[in-house]
């Protein structure tokens, strides 16, 4: 090795002296010449590696560097040079012993495990023992950060030890493999409840890369071994969690499927990682490999049984003459259903003549049976074209009996990529009773045990709540179990019949492929029966629970809901005859629910879109528009005939808000859905707008306001009663509505103004109304307002700007910049400037007015990328915008913007003028402390000049 000189010993000594030296020392400093030097000194002592620091903030540390590491970092590829054979030992003490020293003192510095994870998968690896290995263990379990060293460790070191496949390399793989997918337990707090899940050490995203990188690699490399781990870690999180029978639930496939996504809980990296490393090694070694899955399905576990059935599928060929023992009853079960069906489908073609039968003798087996144990044919029907759907296309009997099917159940079965209801989520609220506890038990014994269970007082000890959501999970998951036995529910607590509800309204949503037509009878059914009870309607049963569990307010709103999603979209709508009965439904829930209170000051509209009368009031509203537009079709787009069967109802909500206890539901979801009334009868709405927007009954008038500002058209009709009635001034003068009402009430008069339905000139405008009250915040809001429409015009953007370009002056007229309330509003109309493509004589003095005070109201990015916008064919124009604005404001952001002006000034005269003002440009921003501007000239005149 080469001896130091005397200037390097020199520098050595100077460090010695000055630590403030050491960091840039250790950063540029290369070659292992330094290495005896520095361990004489003590540089490499492992009571250097420095301690996190305590910070003022609770739970949180500074963890400060250990210098010498960039050294070794950088010299650490050295090691693998013959020359240098004997610095490994040295290396591999260095790290042995700095972390040994750490653990016995009880502290980690996650910045030293990181660089050590660099520093060890340079050393040539049969010189690390498997004990040495061991500390990596604990840089896995800093306190601070772990993802470092997973980094290193899983996607870089542990590629390179599979690819050098000695034995000793394979034998540090499968022991880090092992230290890298520890699987820890710990406790989540959500809602008081102590929620148990499984985790890796590190991110699952780094999981993830780490899993694509090595699982299928080590597979291949160290087959049973690399398995085996996985397998070990998949076991173990199944028993601590006790979450084997319903793993379809939170592991919808075993294959990489988008319905796994977003699923990156400890379980799921697991399963990904056995299921690609048995991939590699059926690859590389098949009839080894074919013992282990045959084993596989010996075991007590299900999901390792469908990672058995996902490898018999891939890899066909090798288990031709074993798929007979998959052939069972049992796997056609929900929690095997994805794997079986795709073993079915891809491979049944190739199954023998007596395979095929055994198939099909499943399939025509399934029975569904109802609410009396007889047989359900359409539930059974579609239960068997699931499963025939996998092999229709293999045969001609086969395609026959899935026709069959389908026609009997009337309706096509949900591919399982996937049904729908097959992502039910997760329970945060633990149930008292196991999900596959209650999954087993028949609709009688389910009942009962619904029926019976008294839940703890103690809100944090599993309660009603995990019981009811668990509950709607098997629900969802199973829906062809309950569907014609859901009047055997209705007579349970709310609780279980809200779940219900809830359930087979979200798998309408989801579009699950069901038999709706039949599931819809039986569940609109079962909704009259239960609002049908004279319990439902007891005072006691509105009071809020407890635990937090459904009321009959809640079921109120969610039969609500279930009919508004169930008549919303003519593409996904219930059959037209069932429109009656769900009339039936909502008229006898506005015949007993009451309205909610308001006061002067609530948001009527959130209140009246949530509360339980006026969820029912969308389900009419929704129902008599879907109504009105089966009409249309029918009948030449006439629909007055329904309008006429339904106008009675909303005569009679109308009236409501004029009763001795007045209810505001209805008068203020009539203007919020003011489009869809000017649509079912433009002639009833006009009539009542003076009993909607009724000024004699305050309250009433402010529920209809509110509801009016959240529509997104201006209606011109309707505008200019408002506007006659003086509805809108009132609206903005008014304190005891928002200024988010009062936004829209602006937003409405820009509208009208830019669609022509009144001009600036005349001299009732609401336009011109507006500016001459000049208020600042209504100035913000308009000038804002007609900024956001720039993105919005649709070819119509020339027309906009003709209006920015006459309101302009109108404002600048009516504001004093003297003033600060001037100079805001001057600062937000640079938001105008936007609308600015060239600038003449006329929007040069509008601009140059506005643009001292961009800062004020922080809007001088917008300026600065509009001035940029201009430099492109105007760059000295836009050099007089940029030198006023710097009157007020110098922020150097957004840099694009300010180098894009730099740029177009000195390609305007690279010699000249151009060149002089950039500089001068820069030079006010050196003034005001701000070199960044200056940095960027010289790197734009350095690249000019290059091209």
Known sequence: M????????????????????????????????????????????????????????????????????????????????????????????????????????????????????????????????????????????????????????????????????????????????????????????FNEKIIREAKLRFDNY???????????????????????????????????????????????????????KDRDSAENLIIGAYRDSLNGYLKIKPEEAYKYVV?????????????????????????????????????????YRHETWHLLSSNYQQFSEGQKQKVLELILNITETDDEGKINESATAYSKAGWLAAIENHGNEEKRLYKENVGIAKAVPDHPDFSSYMSVGSVDHESPIPIDGLQVLSIEKLIKVLKNFKGPDNFFKP???????????????????????????????????????EAYRELWTEKAQLPWDEIWSYLLDFCLEVIKQGRFWDSKNKKQRKHFVANRYWIVSEIGRLLEDGTRSDDHAFSKDYNQKSEDIITLLLKNEKGNKYKIDSNAVSISINSPRG????????????????????????????????QSIYDAELNRADIQKPEYEFVTLVTNYLPNFLYMSKEWLMGNLGRIFDQGHYLKWLCAMQGYTYVNTVYQEVYQYLKDNKDFIKALDDKNIENQVKDRVIQNIAMAYINDFEKYSDKNSLIRVLILRKKIQEFNNLIWFIWTLRK??????????????????????????????????????????????????????????????AAVSHNSYTL?????????????????????????????????????????????????????????????????????????LQEIIEDLKNL
């Open 295 to 335: 084993h596989m399905l010996t075991e007590g576990y299900q999901t390792i049984h469908r990672l058995a059935i996902y490898a018999i599928s891939r890899k066909f060929y090798l288990f031709r003459n074993f798929v007979d023992e998959v052939m069972k009853k049992e796997y056609l079960d929900s929690n």
């Open 463 to 501: 309660g009603i709540k995990g019981l009811t959501k668990t509950f709607k999970q098997i629900v969802k998951a199973t829906p062809l179990k309950f569907y014609n036995k859901l009047t055997r529910f209705s007579k349970l607590d709310l609780a279980y019949i809200y779940e219900i509800i």
């Open 864 to 936: 600065l990328e509009s001035i940029a916008n201009i430099s492109q064919t105007q760059p000295f124009e836009a050099y007089t915008i940029w030198m006023e604005m710097l009157k007020g404001a110098w922020q150097a952001y957004p840099e694009q913007a300010i180098r894009q002006i730099l740029t177009n000034l000195v390609k305007k005269e690279p010699e000249g003028e151009g060149l002089r003002k950039a500089k001068y440009v820069v030079s006010i921003y050196l003034e005001k402390g701000n070199d960044l501007p200056y940095k960027w």
């Open 2 to 189: 080469t001896e130091l000189s005397f200037n390097e010993k020199d520098l050595l000594q100077r460090i010695d002296d000055k630590e403030d030296l050491r960091p840039l020392f250790f950063r540029k400093v290369k070659g292992l010449k330094w290495f005896n030097a520095l361990y004489e000194r003590g540089y490499f002592n492992p009571e250097k590696n420095p301690k996190p620091i305590k910070t003022t903030e609770e739970g949180y540390a500074r963890i400060p560097d250990w210098p010498v590491l960039n050294y070794l970092v950088k010299t650490a590829p050295e090691l693998y040079n013959k020359e240098n054979k004997e610095y490994i030992k040295k290396y591999i003490d260095l790290l042995v012993g700095a972390t040994n020293h750490a653990k016995i003192n009880k502290y980690s510095n996650y910045r030293t495990w990181w660089r050590f994870s660099e520093i060890i998968s340079y050393i040539p690896p049969e010189a690390i023992s498997l004990e040495e290995i061991e500390i990596v263990d604990y840089w896995l379990d800093d306190k601070y950060d772990r993802d470092l060293v997973a980094q290193e460790i899983g996607e870089k070191w542990l590629p390179k030890l599979l690819e050098l496949s000695d034995d000793h390399s394979l034998k540090i793989v499968t022991k880090l493999l092992t230290l890298l997918y520890k699987v820890i337990f710990v406790e989540r707090k």
């Open 206 to 260: 780094i999981a993830k890369e780490i899993n694509k990188k090595i699982a299928c690699l080590s597979g291949e490399k160290i087959g049973r071994e690399a398995v085996s781990v996985f397998d070990e870690y998949l076991k173990y999180i199944l028993v601590e969690l006790n979450n084997d029978s319903w793993s379809f639930l939170w592991q919808p496939a075993i294959d990489d499927h988008e319905q796994n």
């Open 792 to 853: 919005r015009a649709d070819g119509k953007l020339e027309k906009l700007t003709k209006k920015v370009y006459e309101l302009w002056p109108e404002i600048l007229k009516v504001i004093d910049v003297a003033a600060i309330e001037g100079k805001k509003i001057a600062s937000q109309l640079c938001l105008w400037t936007t609308f600015v493509g060239y600038v003449d004589k006329e929007n040069r003095n509008l601009l140059l007015e506005i643009v001292p005070y």
């Open 615 to 646: 969820r029912c009031l969308i389900a009419l509203i929704n129902l008599t528009l879907r109504s009105c537009r089966l009409s249309d079709k029918n009948n030449n787009k006439d629909h007055s005939e329904v309008w006429t069967h339904f």
